[in-house]
């Protein structure tokens, strides 16, 4: 039937065949296709990458797309632009430059522990602006627990050293008593004989011995010495994964959801020259600050209370002896890491270097660098990317002209490699780091994204939406922000993105409004999975520790998911409008509509 189906340029022409019933027929096998992808994804009976590939078979199957242009779809530009990011990623874990970076802002910060929090979210959301949110919560979260058992320690013999000094003066204040009342009752007897009551108090303190009271053995079923310790612990904890959260907003390479968005868009939408590194990064990292002071405050409410002076003092003045031992405690693990190394220094240049090349390759108020060569269009950030991941394989982990070769700074158990020219990274440490996973994820996010071009799918489910068109623009964006922030508590984050992203896009063309202004708050709202264990791997991470519940997750992520909404609704509405232009439909979303209707 659908080998009858002969394209042109200007459409489709079928021979012998209504075309009415042919198009009928793709949308149903599409979204077929889309339904059984969805159920895997949200059920996870497999895993999220192999259920990524039920489009690669039953597309073909089904005649909505070819076996080749389906394979295509799974390798893209951010693809490339992932595996770059990863090579700087393993350099950076390799050489323990993240330990360096972390210890030094909680140096910095000090061990109050509203400061100590702090501290823990600032070094986190920068990390996890270039790491992954996993990967960042498993670096920070073994320091943050050296530092809490050290709390907990010294919160010990602290109690310990409490409860002997309350004994021993109860003790002899029970003496004393007793002896009191006991001159009092034989003066009352005998009042004239003075002698026989030094006599009687002689004989009554050798033959009765006042017995001392008992020491109780703490309990073994408790973990932390008094309350507090608890809620420090359960606070900290908790900062470091909704840290891993924030952070991953700021770049275009800081969460897989990020690249999702800017792949399925510039796909949509190849007119539309506005989404890149700077123009990402200048909308989300005001919103990241905010979040960051702001959660930074719900927690500290929720669990050390509303004394901020007495938790975030900088004073030398005010600290306690378990605050001076937790100090002591990050300051020994710094030293450990001795100083700075050679690839340390290589790692932090090229760090520095991607950044600048992507900030300037399209800054948009000034020509980029791309605008010194001929051709256009065919340099993106992924260039950059694979160049300075691909160096970090030519050059040498060792000191030119040094004698001996150097093992990551802090690592005791790494074997001295032999090799005097043994590279920044071997393709080990990058395939340890590569979530081949997310890969295939995105790719089967991208085939749907196709497949629902092909067909009309999204066409028809944008008609579908057309009663939506009396709401304000401002209100369609809050339902898609709440609608996907209750998904995604119980669905990964990538997969359900890849599902709403075809709708709201749709959604946005039927109404006539600008995409990225339902598209940008829909892709930041889909990381607040933050409420249970499940909504994602950071929070799984920080679960296994053992310091919170379920509970604690859930009202202190109750209100995180609402802070993190509200903030992103708050950003569209105003710096958002002149760096988009979202007041007006554009002409690259014109001209997809008038191209998806042929």
Known sequence: MISNVRKYDTGIHVEGLDLGKLHCCMKACCAYVLIVTAVYWVSEAVPLGAAALVPAFLYPLFGVLKSSEVAAEYCKDTTLLLMGVICLAASIEKWNLHKRIALRMVMIAGAKPGMLVLGFMCCTVFLSMWLSN?????????????VLQQLISTGVADT??????????????????CTKYICMIYIYIFPTNSDSLYLFLSLFQTAISIPEPKKEKESKNS?????????????????????????????????????????????RYPDAKVINFGTWFIF????????????WVWLHFLFLGCNFRETCSLSKKRKTRREMLSERKIHEEYIKLGPISYPEVVTGVFFILMTLLWFTRE???????????????????ATVSVLLGFLLFLIPARRPFSRAPRTPAGDSSAERDPDPMAPMITWKDFQNLMPWEIVILVGGGYALAAG??????????????????????????????????????FASNPATLTV?????????????????????????????????????PPNAIVFSYGHVQISDMVKAGFGVNLIGVLVVMLAIMTWGVPLFNLTEYPDWAIARNFTGSL
């Open 223 to 267: 973990r932390y010495p008094t309350k507090r310790d608890h809620m420090i612990c359960k606070c900290l904890s908790l900062s470091i994964t909704y840290a891993a959260t924030i952070g991953g907003l700021i770049t275009i390479t800081g969460t897989s959801t990020n690249l999702i968005f800017a792949e399925q868009f510039n796909n």
């Open 284 to 295: 989300s990292f005001p919103i990241a600050i905010i979040m960051l002071l702001l959660t």
């Open 363 to 381: 800054p948009g108020f000034v020509p980029g660098w791309t605008s010194l060569f001929e051709k256009k269009g065919y340099r993106t950030d």
């Open 500 to 536: 709403f992203l075809p709708i709201l896009s749709a959604l946005s063309e039927t109404l006539q409004i600008n995409p990225l202004h339902t598209l940008i708050p829909a892709t930041m709202c889909v990381s607040f999975g933050v409420m249970l264990p499940v909504g994602n």
């Open 134 to 146: 996993t990967s960042t919560t498993a670096m920070v979260m073994p320091i943050a627990e050296a």
């Open 160 to 177: 310990q050293e409490d409860s002997e000094t309350v004994e021993m003066l109860s003790h002899h204040l029970f003496s004393l008593l």
């Open 452 to 489: 629902c071009k092909v067909s009309g799918l999204s066409v028809w489910i944008g008609r579908q939406l057309e009663p939506m068109s009396g709401l304000p623009p401002w209100m369609v964006t809050l339902l898609a922000c709440l609608l996907v922030s209750a998904v995604t508590e």
